[in-house]
């Protein structure tokens, strides 16, 4: 089923969200939704906060770059309690992102270009891997989803300010999208 996307605004976006363990309720059918839902926004990743769930999950895609990126071909996973445990500051990268939740925007942001996770898969497997490139800045987005954090929250000075009018005007439900959508209601 294809479940809303919550965009900038609710509150459940600004949430650090809850561990889970296998027997959270319909978890198996979350994250199918999870899955039919981020294949028809056409995006690379989605953190179940922007479903509207405060919990622990998220999901990435990067098999659908992967003409131009055949590295990551076949890439689909599923990444349950999900944390960054280091960051390897002796790289950096600045880089255009957007965010399903923010409908129309988008802005560079600079991030580490290595990192590294713990996470469960969906099967309750455990894992701890060193990740760079571009997989690397799309777990950061996605993970900062799960503590509450937004990509325009590493703006700074003067290009955090040009961004403030937006987000008003996306809060405010003024926006386009051609997914579905669950904006904040006033």
């Known amino acids: 089923m294809i ?3 919550y965009t900038y605004g609710q509150p459940v976006l600004r949430k650090e969200t809850e561990e889970i363990t296998a ?9 199918k939704d999870m899955w039919d839902t981020l294949d028809r926004s056409h995006g690379v990743g989605l953190a179940a906060p922007q ?16 003409e131009e990126e055949p590295q990551y071909a076949g890439y689909k996973r599923t990444f349950i309690n999900p944390y960054i445990e280091e960051f390897d500051e002796s790289e950096t990268e600045t880089m255009e992102e957007g965010c399903l939740s923010l409908p129309g925007l ?11 996770i ?8 455990e894992h701890d891997e060193w990740v760079d490139g571009y997989l690397a800045r799309v777990m950061q987005h996605e993970f900062d989803h799960l503590d509450g954090i937004i990509y325009t929250d590493h703006l700074k000075g003067l290009r955090r300010q040009l961004m403030t009018p937006k987000l008003k005007q996306l809060a405010k439900g003024l926006f386009r999208a051609d997914y579905k959508v669950k904006p904040l209601k006033r």
């Open 23 to 31: 027997s959270y309720p319909n978890l198996q059918e979350i994250i």
């Open 118 to 125: 713990s996470y469960l898969d969906e099967n309750f497997q």
């Open 51 to 66: 479903v509207g769930l405060p919990i622990r999950l998220a999901i990435i895609n990067l098999d659908c770059i992967s």
């Open 106 to 116: 988008s802005e560079k942001v600079t991030r580490p270009t290595r990192i590294r």
């Open 3 to 5: 479940l809303p996307i």
